[in-house]
C-alpha cells in the first residue's frame, strides 16, 4: 500500500451524520402592569385587565402571562413552562411571608399583600 509501493494513498468510509434538535425558545405574553392596593382583597378593589379575584386573602390574576408557546420545534410541544419571578428594588416588604410573587405554568399570577 501507499505510494511508495505503487498502491493507492486513499481510503474510502462510509459514515452517517445525525443531527440532533435543538431547543426552541418558549414565548408568551405578559400584561402590562398590574396596580392592586394593599387592601384589595378586604375591600373589593381588584383590576379588571387582567381579570383579579381574591382566594382567602391572596390576589390572583388569570392569563398575566398569555399565548403561551412552549416552542416551535417538535419536542417543544411536549414541553411544559416554569416562570421564574425575582423582586427587585426592595419589594419584598409589600408582600405577606410566603405570598411572595409566583406564576403557574398557565399564567396565572398570585400574591398576597
Given at each position: 500500500?501507499?505510494w ?11 459514515f452517517?451524520?445525525s443531527?440532533?434538535?435543538i431547543?426552541s ?11 392592586v392596593?394593599e387592601n384589595?382583597?378586604?375591600?373589593g378593589?381588584?383590576p ?6 381574591c382566594?382567602a ?10 399565548d403561551?408557546?412552549p416552542?416551535d420545534g417538535e ?13 427587585v ?5 409589600l ?12 399564567g396565572?399570577?398570585f400574591f398576597?399583600?
Open positions: 500500500g501507499g511508495a509501493f505503487g498502491g493507492v494513498n486513499a481510503t474510502s468510509h462510509a452517517s451524520i443531527v440532533n434538535p431547543n425558545k418558549p414565548t408568551f405574553l405578559i400584561a402590562p402592569t398590574v396596580t392596593s384589595a382583597c378586604d375591600e378593589r381588584l379588571l385587565l387582567p381579570p383579579a379575584a382566594v386573602a391572596e390576589v390572583v390574576i388569570t392569563n398575566f402571562a398569555s403561551l408557546n416552542g419536542t417543544e410541544a411536549e414541553q411544559g413552562l416554569t416562570f421564574s419571578v425575582r423582586q428594588g426592595g419589594t419584598e416588604a408582600f405577606t411571608p410566603g405570598g411572595e410573587p409566583r406564576i403557574d405554568g398557565n396565572t399570577l398576597s399583600l
